[in-house]
């Protein structure tokens, strides 16, 4: 994906032709690049017995095993193999794999060519994984992956439908190596596009970012789920008006449909009404993310993928078979473009309701495949986000989904202690809320408890009523970098 991107068409073509572009970015991805330079890959193939050249299509991909978090955490904690899921060329390895076209510059031995080469592969930025419980994983980029990063921004405005010339976009997601916000920040620097980014409540504080939203007359608010609904909720206590917000871009958590509702209800006292509230999906391993189009979120026609530079297959996540086109199962990822850090068949762990369509968006006629915008964990796969509490394995995403949607919650968060502090004694699973007014907490917190236990099949100690500025305290919504959902206070 060098020079100018081709989206504009590429995301009308025929699926046909999506599907071509797709295995030929493939074929040329799997010969040139990871058979060859990934140490990690390279492996895999040789022990499967599966040969470069018998990767052609979508469907060859099945001869090779997957690749979990575990695999990448394993190989980055020996300092012998941290680098095996990285793309390193050497010349012996160019001058044995690739085709001449392409190796003859280097043959002839121009610096420029050597210069080039360089900024394809030379790795000089990197971004982490976010895991509640685990290691980080290290993601790293070329030049050449941070312009494919930045396209992918562009993609992504494009789907948004932020094509006006006047768009004041304020980016809050927090200053940290993290896909977000850099994602956010290289769509505005790709499309030129006026954006502002705050770094969320860390950097600014709060009023800080809403005295911006409202002097820049913003349309577009960008940010994660948690810190928005925190934003609106002040802005609209303390009067603010945004009455130019058109569109809220949230990302990195996923949204539930309630909490969509709180904000727009919030949105709508600014005086800003008929706001579309999108969402994105996007991973580390991807290294991009993608976007909804601006259909109202009750018919949200899902995220928008890009077919030229990856390929998102679904499987059962029991059988590990792949599942017919738009049936739900676990999404596996292939990126097909892009060196530095490269996965191939990467389970995300995501299981989408209803798959994968490739029927064109009823909403916008795009034809490229769009991902169900209806994500849950996956119980199948050892998901990190999973914990024992009083003996039950507990999704804490599900939790959290189940919490942020209730219409009577502010804010919330889980704390998961011992009793008595004494690390022999039993799980203490404590659920603290501040409440939004006129919402009767005795009632509530009966209600409440139920709905956890019939959820996620482990029932609170206690449901705790605090006041919101209390809550926002032990959130540390103005001091960290990420707001303390979950608060694990168990001896480890
Ligand atoms: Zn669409």
Redesign the pocket.
Known sequence: MNGKDNWAALSRASAAELKAVQEANLRRHVRQDVYPFSAHYRRVFDAAGVRAEDIRTVDDLRRLPLTTKADLLEAQSNEETKRDFVLIPTPEKIKANWPLSRKLPLLAGGREAREALRREYTPNFATFTTGRSADPVVFLYTPHDIDILAKCGARMLD?HAIHDHDARIVNTFPFAPHLAFWQAAFAGFETGRFMMSTGGGKVMGTSGNLRLLQRMNTTVILGTPGYIYHLLREGAANDARMPNVKLVILGAEKVTPGLKEKMAEALASMGARDVVISGTYGFTEARMAFSE?PAQHSES?GY?TYPDTGVFEVIDPKTLEPVKEGESGELVYTPIAGHGTVVMRYRTGDLAVGGVTWEP?P??K?TVPRISSELKRSSDQKALELTKIKGTLVDLSAMGTLLSGMREVDEWQVVLKKKNDDPHDLDQFVVRVSLRAGTDAEGFKTACARQIQEGVEVGPNAVEVHSTPEMLEFLGMETEMKEKRFLDLRPK
């Open positions: 789907v189009c026609p928008h968006c909403w916008c795009r």
